[in-house]
C-alpha cells in the first residue's frame, strides 16, 4: 500500500508532476483542466493556507498523441507497479482489489489524520467561477452496518463550516438514514479510491470491504462512520440530516454515469487532518479528467475479470475504454474462437456495461500503448460493408456519449477489425507501396523526375524519343 503523500512524492521524482506556487489568479479546474487537455504533467498547487491540492495524478496524456508516458502509468505506480508495467498487469491488479469471495482480516494501524482539529472551510476547497460552494471531489464516503464498512466514491460541495452538500451511490443512500454516521476521506491510498470507484460501477457498493482484496493491502482505522485507510490526509466525520435535499447539481464525476447517483445533506461534526495536507481534485466534466480515467480503468477491469471467466478461458488479451473518447468506445483485444465469436463478444459488453455504445474488436497481439496502431486496424482490416455492424435502432441507450440526451435510443455498433482466417485474398487490403498506389502515368512521370531531376514534366532527355 502506498499512502497518498508517498504517491505524490513518486510522480515529482518521475518528473511526472509540477508545484506550482499560489495565489492563483486563475481557477485552480481551469489550470488543471488545461494541464490535461495540453498532455501535460500533474500540478501541485501550493498555498500558503488551507491545504495544497493535487490533480491529474490519477490521469494520463492523451493516447492520440505520441508520448513516452502511458494513460494508467501514474495509476500503475500507485497501486505498487512499475508505471511502464502493461495494461493488462493494471487491470488484474484492480481486480484483485474487489470482492475477493470471502473476508479478510483488516490491518489496523494508528491514523494519520490526528495532527490537526478545524472547520471545513479551513481547507479552503477550489473555487471557480461558476461555482456557488467550494467543491469537494475524489473522495470515499464510508458507512458502517452490521455487515461491515461500506465504500463508494463521493463528491459535492462546502455550504458554510458545518454543512456538506453531497453526492452518493444510491446504493450507498439505501444503507443510511437522518442521522446515520457518515466519514468522507480524502487524500486516501490510490488503492482505497480505485477500490471505491471499482464497487460503484459493478454496482456491489453493499457489499463490506471486509470481504474485497483491498483490506489486505491497505491498513485501515476504525472512526464513528466505519473504517478508512490509516494513511488518510482528512478524515471527516459527519451525520446524516436529510436523505432527500432539496438542492440539484450538474455536475457529475464519471461513476455517476454507471450507475444511478443521489444527493444528501451531511452534518459536518469533526475535522482531522495531517500537519500539511495533500487533497486530490479533478476538473469534473472536462476531457481527461481524474474521475473518467478511473471509471474507465476500473470498468476495463471489471469487464476484463468477467470475460475471461465467461467460457472458462482466457481469450481476451486486453479491453480498454480509452478517457480521449470520453469512454463512449470499448476497444477489446481478444482471440476469435470460432465463427461468430466476435458477434458474441460484443453482445457480452454490451449486456455487461452501459458507458459505451460501440465495440471494436481487434487482434490479440495488437499492443494497447500504440494506440496509433489500435485505431488504424479499423480502416485496414474492417469493411463498412461486412465488418460494421448495427443493431437495431431502438437498443438501450449508452449513458456517456454526449449525442444521447433523455435516455433516447439509438443503434448499437461493434466494429471487427481482427483478421478472418476464412477471408478470400481478394477481402484482404493490399499492402500500399508506390506500384498501387499511383496511376501508370503519374508513376512514369515520377520516375523521369527521380532519374533526371532537372528535366520538367513533359520534356525530354537527350537520348530519349518524345514518341
Known amino acids: 500500500m502506498i499512502p497518498f503523500t508517498q504517491y505524490v512524492r513518486g510522480l515529482a521524482g518521475d518528473d511526472d508532476l509540477v508545484r506550482l506556487d499560489g495565489p492563483f489568479e486563475v481557477p485552480v479546474d481551469v489550470l488543471a483542466a488545461e494541464a490535461l487537455r495540453a498532455s501535460g504533467p500533474a500540478l501541485r498547487f501550493q498555498r500558503a493556507a488551507g491545504s495544497d491540492l493535487v490533480s491529474g495524478v490519477f490521469s494520463g496524456p492523451d493516447q492520440t498523441h505520441q508520448r513516452e508516458a502511458r494513460p494508467w502509468s501514474r495509476l500503475s505506480l500507485g497501486l505498487g507497479l512499475d508505471p511502464e508495467a502493461p495494461l493488462v498487469d493494471l487491470l488484474e491488479t484492480i481486480s484483485t482489489l474487489g470482492p475477493a469471495g470471502g473476508n479478510t482480516d483488516p490491518t489496523y494501524t494508528s491514523r494519520a489524520a490526528s495532527g490537526r482539529d478545524i472547520d471545513a472551510q479551513d481547507l479552503q476547497f477550489p473555487q471557480s467561477e461558476t461555482d456557488t460552494w467550494p467543491a469537494m471531489t475524489l473522495g470515499v464516503a464510508s458507512v458502517s452496518t452490521a455487515d461491515g464498512t461500506h465504500w463508494a466514491p463521493v463528491h459535492g460541495s462546502v455550504v458554510g463550516g458545518d454543512t456538506l452538500r453531497v453526492r452518493v451511490p444510491d446504493t450507498l443512500s439505501s444503507l443510511v438514514g437522518e442521522g446515520t454516521t457518515m466519514t468522507i476521506a480524502l487524500g486516501v491510498p490510490p488503492a482505497a479510491i480505485t477500490t471505491a470507484y471499482l464497487l460503484a460501477v459493478t454496482e456491489q457498493t453493499a457489499t463490506p470491504i471486509q470481504s474485497c482484496g483491498v483490506t489486505g493491502t491497505v491498513p485501515l482505522v476504525p472512526t464513528n462512520g466505519g ?175 454526449h449525442y444521447r440526451r433523455d435516455n433516447e435510443t439509438g443503434s448499437r455498433l461493434y466494429v471487427n477489425a481482427a483478421w478472418d482466417p476464412r477471408w478470400k485474398e481478394t477481402y484482404i487490403a493490399p499492402r500500399v507501396t508506390f506500384e498501387n498506389s499511383f496511376p501508370n502515368d503519374v ?25
Not at 460501440?358 to 494497447?368: A, H, K, R
Not at 508513376?443 to 514518341?467: F, I, M, Y
Open 227 to 401: 473504517l478508512v485507510p490509516s494513511a488518510t490526509e482528512v478524515v471527516m466525520e459527519t451525520t446524516v440530516v436529510d436523505c432527500k435535499p432539496d438542492f440539484r447539481s450538474d455536475r457529475r464525476e464519471g461513476w455517476e454515469y454507471v450507475i444511478e447517483s443521489g444527493p444528501l445533506s451531511l452534518s459536518v461534526e469533526r475535522v482531522r487532518t495531517t500537519e500539511n495536507p495533500v487533497i486530490p481534485v479533478s476538473p469534473v466534466g472536462r476531457p481527461l479528467a481524474d474521475d473518467t480515467r478511473l471509471t474507465g480503468l476500473v470498468t476495463a477491469a471489471a469487464l476484463y475479470h468477467r470475460l475471461n471467466n465467461y467460457w472458462g478461458i482466457s481469450p481476451v488479451e486486453w479491453i480498454m475504454l480509452p478517457a480521449e473518447a470520453e469512454l463512449g468506445i470499448c476497444f477489446v483485444a481478444s482471440d476469435v474462437l470460432y465463427g461468430g465469436f466476435e458477434w458474441q463478444l460484443a453482445n457480452i459488453l454490451f449486456s455487461f456495461s452501459s458507458l459505451f455504445d460501440t465495440v471494436v474488436i481487434v487482434d490479440e497481439d495488437v499492443p494497447p500503448q500504440d494506440f496509433g496502431r489500435v485505431l488504424a486496424d479499423i480502416w485496414l482490416k474492417s469493411h463498412p460493408a461486412r465488418d460494421w455492424t448495427f443493431s437495431e435502432p431502438d437498443a438501450p441507450a449508452a449513458t456517456r456519449p
Open 443 to 467: 508513376r512514369d512521370v515520377a520516375r523521369v523526375l527521380w532519374d533526371e531531376p532537372d528535366t520538367a514534366p513533359g520534356e525530354t532527355t537527350e537520348n530519349e524519343s518524345p514518341h
